[in-house]
């Protein structure tokens, strides 16, 4: 792995320098360029924007690692709330939520998790609207594919996540391409051990274009995340292939991440769901972004060296 990627994502994951990086003046801009904002209000401004753009929206409310019951049960509410605002302002046709399972219990108990991301399920379905889960690192992977496997059991909606730097997850894919089966396939976001990911990015793009045409080759509906310039012609050339129509997939890309291409992509019918994340724990999200390219880490250094 590139050593930058490796220093920002171990920082990610380090206390002191959450809090350096949280007690900093950071510009609101850096952080708002990938996050839509603390508040629900903010939440659904940013959706309400990308919708009546002719994009559609998964929200995030930000938080994970959780190990504390009580920060478990708030972050509950949120989405409750969220999705009761959804539904009141007439978004959850457009728009639906996406949880990690950290942030509801997991690493309290997997039955603690299961019970919060439940009432959250329950609440998008009253709601009008569909849950996905996150998918972590790979320490939760089996865990978080128990718990989808129970939650479809009365809500076949809820949609799985693969990461393609797994070297299992082709495996997955055709586990999980079953008729009804929502899975966003993304290539993966933390740093894992050679052992079971990828390390090499060509591996891992080859092990995506293996995965998306396990995924729409079934009968599921594939959600590709992805901002690849490379990947997203294959996507649109295989799914041809497939005999897939716009509309029995879609592409999805992040809040901030090239905006151009999201409506490029839904000008010409497909349909472009918008991952939007929100809430004052934006830290480990932040990383990762940075992470992902040195160019966002310059544009995020300048901005602090600017204060
Ligand atoms: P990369 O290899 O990171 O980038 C490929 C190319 O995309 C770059 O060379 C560049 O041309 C372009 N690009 C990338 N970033 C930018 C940018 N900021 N500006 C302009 N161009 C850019 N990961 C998880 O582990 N679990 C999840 O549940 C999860 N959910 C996700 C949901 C969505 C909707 C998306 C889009 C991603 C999600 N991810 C998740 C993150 C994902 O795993 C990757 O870390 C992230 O998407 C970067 O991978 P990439 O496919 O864009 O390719």
Redesign the pocket.
């Known amino acids: 792995m590139n050593p930058l990627r490796s220093l920002i994502l171990a920082a990610a994951g380090n206390d002191v320098i959450r809090r350096a990086v949280a007690a900093a003046p950071v510009s609101r801009d850096v952080v708002r360029r990938f996050v839509a904002g603390e508040s629900t209000a903010e939440a659904i401004g940013v959706t309400r924007r990308l919708v009546d753009s002719g994009l559609t929206v998964?929200l995030d409310y930000l938080g994970e690692d959780t190990t504390d019951e009580d920060l478990a049960d708030q972050t509950v509410l949120a989405y409750l709330e969220l999705l009761e605002a959804l539904r009141a302002e007439g978004l959850a046709g457009r728009a639906e939520v996406?949880v990690k399972l950290t942030a509801v219990g997991q690493l309290l108990d997997e039955r603690l998790a299961l019970t919060n991301v439940s009432r959250i399920c329950a609440a998008a379905q009253e709601s009008g609207t569909t849950v996905t889960l996150?998918?972590?690192d790979h320490t939760t992977t089996d865990s978080t594919l128990r718990v989808l496997a129970e939650l479809r059991g009365t809500w076949p909606t809820v949609g799985a996540?693969v990461?393609a730097y797994l070297r299992r997850t082709v495996e997955d894919c055709a586990r999980l391409a079953g008729e009804g089966s929502r899975v966003?396939l993304?290539?993966?976001?933390?740093a894992e051990p050679g052992e079971v990911a990828y390390q090499d990015?060509h591996e891992v793009n080859l092990s995506y274009v293996r995965c998306l045409n396990v995924l729409l080759a079934g009968d599921g509906y594939p959600m590709f995340?992805?901002?690849?310039?490379r990947?997203v012609p294959i996507v649109d050339a295989r799914a041809a292939h497939h005999g897939r129509k716009p509309g029995s997939f879609e592409f999805?890309?992040?809040y901030g991440?090239?905006p151009d291409e999201q409506r490029r992509l839904a000008e010409l019918g497909h349909t472009v769901?918008v991952?939007v994340p929100y809430g004052v724990r934006w830290y480990g999200y932040l990383m990762?972004?940075l992470a992902?390219?040195p160019?966002?880490t310059a544009f995020f250094l300048r901005a602090l060296a600017s204060r």
């Open positions: 998964t996406s996150d998918m972590e996540v990461q966003r993304c290539k993966g976001a933390y990015k995340a992805t901002h690849d310039p990947l999805q890309m992040l991440i090239r769901r991952y990762r972004r992902e390219r160019a966002n």
